[in-house]
T-cell receptor, first 114, second 111 residues
Framework: DAGITQSPRHKVTETGTPVTLRCHQT?????MYWYRQDPGHGLRLIHY???????DKGEVSDGYSVSRSKTEDFLLTLESATSSQTSVYFC?????????????FGSGTRLTVV | GNSVTQMEGPVTLSEEAFLTINCTYT??????LFWYVQYPGEGLQLLLK?????DKGSNKGFEATYRKETTSFHLEKGSVQVSDSAVYFC??????????FGAGTTVTVRA
């Protein structure tokens, strides 16, 4: 679905380096989210945004920061990557004002920290 | 807080078998309930949803009914196909506009 794209799709990085993942949407949705997917845990919310420059923490926010300087882009930064942050990261968008009230997910970024 | 519990997998079935994946939830308000599906190597796709008690969501032969009295949203399909092999996630969203997920159930359908 072209409405939401994530980049990069795959990344390998070394422990201790900073990493930034990008989520870009063309739907003009107000809410954007970053989740991580790990076996046995489903998807867990890292951070989310409810507008430009408006962000809040999710349940697993330690070691991550986010920024949203314009509606269409939501960046996730791992300040100093650790092996425990090896995961698949999904971005999602939502607009509660829409009648279908659905969350749309990107294709994911597979991050490996070595 | 909100939480979702779904049956553990993996689940292995033969084609044309009946599939049920149990999902129960805990929420402080009146949540909307969702089933998402993830095919191998792909992202999550919305399968079906229900926004209030007794609503039935349906799509691609799958159904789930929002049962407030039992706080459940079980997914069912009467006759599965090999192409239904995937990971299925139950999720809820409350007035906070955040999705909370269950752990996921891996379903494998054999020909």
């Amino acid at each position: 679905d072209a409405g939401i794209t994530q980049s990069p799709r795959h990344k390998v990085t070394e422990t201790g380096t900073p990493v930034t993942l990008r989520c870009h949407q063309t739907e003009n949705h107000r809410y954007m989210y970053w989740y991580r997917q790990d076996p046995g845990h489903g998807l867990r919310l890292i951070h989310y945004s409810y507008g430009v420059k408006d962000t809040d923490k999710g349940e697993v926010s330690d070691g991550y920061s986010v920024s949203r300087s314009k509606t269409e882009d939501f960046l996730l930064t791992l300040e100093s990557a650790t092996s425990s942050q090896t995961s698949v990261y999904f971005c999602a968008i939502n607009d509660p004002g829409e009648s279908n009230y659905g969350y749309t997910f990107g294709s994911g970024t597979r991050l490996t920290v070595v | 807080g909100n939480s979702v519990t779904q049956m553990e997998g993996p689940v292995t079935l033969s084609e044309e078998a009946f599939l049920t994946i149990n999902c129960t939830y805990t929420a402080t308000g009146y949540p909307s309930l969702f089933w998402y599906v993830q095919y191998p190597g792909e992202g999550l796709q919305l399968l079906l949803k229900a926004t209030k008690a007794d609503d039935k969501g349906s799509n691609k032969g799958f159904e789930a009914t929002y049962r407030k009295e039992t706080t459940s949203f079980h997914l069912e399909k009467g006759s599965v196909q090999v192409s239904d092999s995937a990971v299925y996630f139950c999720a809820l969203s409350d007035n906070d506009y955040k999705l909370s997920f269950g752990a996921g159930t891996t379903v494998t359908v054999r020909a």
